[in-house]
């Protein structure tokens, strides 16, 4: 699958739009970046883990496990553990400290794909590499769906993402399409 391919399935599913937005974080974008509106649909997530653990293995080898940060990488384990024929697991917020609970755990050595829907720093996607070495697991390499990062996150292993966008975001003072005189809207709002 093709990073235009990744981003049509995207655009179609209204989960990457175009345009001018006021994001949760009071920044304004062109871009507006909604996973979750893809992994709605099963058959199109099913198809993207698909990818992405093609391209994980080719890179790495096949995995044992599938480990994920709650709650945005949580499907994306799933069908990429699916698609790997071995399980998938989650690390989810306890205390502010991401824990492996409900009785998830690796097993000595065990080989560990982490993935993401979308790394923006990589923040989660280095905080699960650390949950699953400390349970004992060796992580063979980091997978999301999108990389917003333009590229530019070392997540410390061999990674990959099905499509890496450069997404910029500015203070309002700054936006340059404010300064081109449009009005930024909230995605949904319309
Ligand atoms: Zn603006």
Request: charged share 20%; aromatic share 4%.
């Amino acid at each position: 699958m093709t990073q235009d391919e990744v981003l049509e399935i995207f655009r179609r599913a209204g989960a990457l739009l175009e345009g001018h937005f006021l994001l949760t974080s009071g920044l304004h974008s062109a871009k507006y970046l909604q996973c979750a509106l893809v992994l709605q649909h099963p058959q199109l997530a099913a198809q993207l883990g698909q990818a992405l653990t093609e391209r994980l293995v080719e890179m790495a080898g096949p995995p044992d496990v599938v480990v994920a940060p709650a709650l945005g990488g949580i499907l994306v384990a799933h069908e990429v553990a699916r698609a790997a024929g071995v399980r998938g697991i989650f690390a989810e917020r306890e205390s502010g400290t991401l824990t492996l609970r409900r009785g998830f755990g690796l097993r000595p050595r065990e080989r560990c794909f982490v993935v993401e829907d979308v790394v923006t720093t990589g923040g989660s996607t280095r905080e699960t590499i650390e949950v699953a070495r400390r349970a004992g697991g060796n992580v063979l390499a980091a997978g999301a769906l999108i990389d917003r990062s333009g590229g530019k996150t070392d997540l410390g292993v061999p990674s990959a993402a099905l499509a890496v966008l450069d997404v910029p975001a500015y203070a309002a003072e700054h936006c340059p399409l404010c300064a081109g005189g449009s009005r930024p809207h909230k995605p949904g709002s319309r």
